[in-house]
């Protein structure tokens, strides 16, 4: 695979178009941030041929990192596609971002591929968050395989960090995850660059040798010559050699392959690497490479041809690989779809972005059929399907950590759409498709109402496509608009943002009356107000987040409201007594009638109640919403003619803050049930964290591959950076996950300073 010279047929300038699902690779670009993947991108069309020798689309760009944010922020911030094309295969590259707070644009780029790519850097070493990442890869069966960045660096060793993949990707098969070549490091690639070469100011690595055939690729003149291995190569590498061809033979589908071979019969080369392409396909045996960008002027950097070998060979084609489940729009099953191109037409829209130019654009993968420009589809989306939570602090009751409910953004829709001009991207340029088959990835414009997740089918027969699994983001930011004409735009602005980030959310609440985003992360913050800003022409300020606090009644109390005002003409006559008892939590407010003798007129006592509600709504102390009495109203005086609706309201009102002013009201948090995985040697980090949050660890619960669950049970006041912090605490490994539980009184000196801080009018 590999072992074997490669040209490229195309021509730059032209996008790389597929007729049939098997000349496609779809990949994504799998690595934390810093690890390489966008030069590796750039490296890889440039071996192709799909640039020229910068490497670049323009100059001080790249073909994945064209955005002005990118820019400024010098890391790639969403989903780019790069398409090529090597050996008559098309090969859509899809790079995504490594940061955490961008898992939204990861998850985009895994449900468009069909194999991942996982980038690390030999000197940086694996994060947690891409062991997680290959955890999810392995338990859907997708084709693996790691390439081996940053060799050049001083502490690089392709050994030791060949062992690290070994023991950290290897699971219960660290033979699976094996080398292919071995670098080698010299002006003509001629010594070792494993344990003993590493780049302490020695020679760089110059070229690979190949494994299986034994043969070394040299890449110093900067472009790749093969040529056999010199008398000092095939020693150095005969222990590794025999590892993968033992590994090799153990995926074998011909079980009397590993017989012969331990018999002492020579294995053909030929049937090695055929077997090793079908185990990289079914996703059990894990492929090492290594790889560098070329050198300024130079065309083929180092590992580029082997890679793009590995992907056109060992990768699947779309064919391959399942089909995600379809529906009717009303949820009938329909039976599995096949990658046909002369199949109904499915496909989905797995990222929206805005164009100055052209408007809002959609990349789609289709799963079955064609797709072509200028033809009616039709538009089905999912939806935000959210319930009410009853804590007001936008999470749902019914489901862990996600922003619910009180929320403007994008509803469940179908319409039929015309479908604009198709295109490949590549850098900031559109080029001209004009047609995406089955398993192919292309640009529509001009879907206005198309969002993120929606699927697109033929009219006559629409479908919908079982949607993927997205984070929930639970990072809160509450902004105001900058000036009246910003908030002019701010609503039209923010569903524009929904629409394109599954992964933000929009609430209004309404009990603190802010506008809150809900956010993967701070990173993932800026990007989201500066896209506001740039894109929508919106500028907004960062203003704290409020909880939605409650007060009630801690023991049982009466209150008289009077209300009397006779200062010549009609006058305004209301006197009302009241008892109030506190109730369990959730029982919200009761209002009972108990007068007798007609004390107060049958037509005023609604009106009582009115101003009691009107009045629990606004709160007795500190302005938050009065929940779970019973106010009972016993006793009252009227006038004939002063008397009337409004009075009547306005010594409710009076009455219950009498009432409240005369006893021990609690201020009352809401609380959430929390549930923290994380790596077992985190766990005493995060529960000692948990603690300081006040919170109550309730449980813990051992979780396969070495992770521990935490539940517990802490005040929502205490998670505003929660997301933040236990990234922090856990390097990247530690996920959770909230709920709304309950409401429970606040300290007594937190309350006070609560009350102290309305009072003075302090947020």
């Not at 500190?622 to 306005?650: E, M, N």
């Not at 996920?735 to 606040?746: A, D």
């Amino acid at each position: 695979m590999g072992d074997r010279t490669s040209t490229h047929p195309g021509a730059a300038g032209r996008a790389p178009v597929a007729d049939r699902p098997g000349s496609l690779r779809n990949v994504v670009l799998v690595g934390h941030s810093g690890a390489g993947k966008t030069t590796l991108v750039d490296a890889l069309a440039l071996a192709s041929g799909a640039v020229n020798r910068t490497g670049r689309v323009e100059e001080g760009g790249s073909l994945s990192d064209y955005d002005e944010i990118e820019h400024r922020q010098q890391r790639s911030v969403q989903l780019s596609l790069v398409p090529l094309e090597w050996n008559g295969i098309k090969i859509n590259l899809l790079d995504t971002p490594g940061y955490a707070d961008f898992v939204g644009e990861l998850r985009a780029g895994l449900r468009a591929a069909d194999a991942a790519l996982f980038v690390v850097s030999a000197a940086d070493g694996v994060d947690g968050s891409t062991r997680l990442v290959w955890e999810e890869c392995a338990a859907v069966g997708m084709p693996r395989a790691l390439v081996v960045t940053h060799l050049e660096a001083s502490r690089a060793d392709f050994d030791e960090m060949t062992e690290t993949c070994r023991q950290v990707f290897g699971g219960d098969d660290p033979d699976a995850v094996v080398p292919l070549y071995l670098p080698l490091r010299g002006e003509a690639g001629t010594s070792p660059a494993g344990r003993g070469g590493r780049s302490d100011g020695h020679a760089p690595v110059a070229g690979l040798i190949g494994l299986l055939t034994q043969r070394v690729f040299d890449y110093s003149s900067g472009e790749r010559v093969e040529r056999p291995p010199g008398p000092e190569h095939l020693p150095l590498i005969e222990e590794a050699r025999n590892r993968l061809i033992e590994a090799v033979i153990a995926e074998s589908e011909d079980e009397t392959l590993m017989d012969r071979y331990l018999g002492g019969e020579a294995v053909d080369v030929g049937t090695l690497i055929g077997d090793l392409e079908k185990a990289v396909a079914r996703g059990v045996f894990h492929p090492v490479l290594a790889a560098a960008p070329a050198a300024e002027g130079a065309r083929q950097g180092l590992g580029t041809v082997e890679l793009l070998d590995l992907i056109t060979r060992g990768f699947p084609d779309p064919t391959e690989r399942e089909i995600p489940p379809v529906t009717t729009p009303d949820g009938r099953p329909r039976p599995p779809l096949a990658c046909d191109p002369d199949g109904p037409l499915v496909a989905e829209v797995v990222k929206t972005s805005s164009d100055p130019y052209v408007g809002r654009m959609s990349l789609v993968r289709v799963f079955s059929g064609t797709l072509r420009p200028d033809t009616t589809v039709h538009v089905c989306g999912h939806g935000a399907r959210r319930s009410v939570d009853p804590s007001g602090n936008g999470h749902r009751a019914d489901s862990p950590g996600g922003p619910a409910g009180r929320y403007d953004g994008p509803e469940g829709h179908e319409e039929d759409e015309r479908v604009g001009a198709l295109s490949a991207p590549f850098g900031k340029q559109q080029r001209h498709l004009p047609k995406a088959v089955a398993g192919d990835l292309a640009c529509v414009t001009k879907l206005s109402r198309a969002e993120t997740g929606d699927t697109l089918s033929d009219r006559g027969d629409p479908l919908l496509v079982e949607p993927w699994v997205m984070p929930d983001p639970l990072l809160p930011v509450a902004i105001e608009a900058h000036s009246r004409s910003d908030e002019d735009r701010l609503s039209q602005g923010l569903a524009r943002l929904a629409a394109e980030d599954p992964t933000l959310r929009v609430e209004q609440n309404p009990d603190t009356h802010q506008v809150v985003l809900w956010c993967m992360g701070e990173a993932h913050r800026e990007v989201a107000l500066e896209r506001l800003r740039t894109r929508g022409g919106v500028r907004v300020d960062a203003v704290p987040h409020r909880v939605a606090l409650r007060e009630t009644f801690a023991e049982p109390a009466t209150g008289r409201g009077r209300h009397v005002k006779q200062s010549g003409g009609h006058g305004q006559y209301a006197i009302c007594e009241i008892t109030v008892e506190p109730l369990p939590v959730g029982s919200g407010i009761e209002f009972v009638d108990r007068v007798v003798g007609g004390a107060v007129p049958r037509q005023f006592i609604p009106s009582v109640e009115k101003g009691v509600r009107a009045q629990a709504a606004r709160g007795v102390t500190a302005g938050h919403p009065l929940v779970d009495i019973r106010v009972t109203l016993v006793d009252g005086k009227a006038h004939s003619v002063d008397s009337s609706d409004a009075a009547f309201q306005t010594a409710g009102a009076l009455a219950l803050r009498e009432a409240a002013a005369d006893t021990r009201i609690h201020l009352l948090e809401p609380v959430a049930e929390v549930r923290v995985l994380v790596a077992d040697e985190y766990v005493g980090t995060v529960m000692s964290d948990l603690s300081g949050r006040r919170g109550r660890v309730v449980g813990t619960e051992q979780v396969p591959g070495g992770s521990t669950l935490v539940r517990a049970e802490v005040p929502e006041t205490e998670l505003g950076r929660y997301a933040v912090d236990l990234r922090s605490l856990s390097h990247g490994t530690g996920r959770f996950s909230r709920s709304y539980l309950r409401h429970e009184p606040v300290p007594q000196q937190m309350a006070a300073r609560i009350r102290e801080q309305a009072e003075t009018g302090v947020a």
